[in-house]
Nanobody, 119 residues
């Protein structure tokens, strides 16, 4: 069964850090570009970051550049999103998705993990 499972979300204070994980089963992650997306209440889903499969190139939403880092561990079939200096506006449900290339339509989606940044 093809599956993406996110973990690592939670409640954190402004300025804090979290590391999200996106683990794949049923397929090999390194054949796909993996993206992180988020959706806040009342807002549309937006792309946060992506790492390509071919050359490992990374992409970031402007508002998270310098604070978030995406990486992949092909041996563990897992992609990570390290989030530092978190702000209340980062609060959202975070999803990972797999696509042939970054900016392509996603072939697979995870179920999401909640990130809440609040004092």
């Amino acid at each position: 069964q093809v599956q993406l499972v996110e973990s690592g979300g939670g409640l954190v204070r402004p300025g804090g850090s979290l590391r999200l994980s996106c683990a794949a089963s049923g397929f090999t992650l390194d054949n796909y570009a993996i993206g992180w997306f988020r959706q806040a209440p009342g807002k549309e889903r937006e792309g946060v970051s992506c790492i390509s499969s071919s050359d490992g190139r990374t992409y970031y939403l402007d508002s998270v550049k310098g604070r978030f880092t995406i990486s992949r561990d092909n041996a563990k079939n897992t992609v990570y999103l390290q989030m530092n200096s978190l702000k209340p506006e980062d609060t959202a449900v975070y999803y990972c998705g797999a696509a042939p290339r970054c900016y392509d339509q996603q072939d697979y989606w995870g179920q999401g993990t909640q990130v809440t940044v609040s004092s």
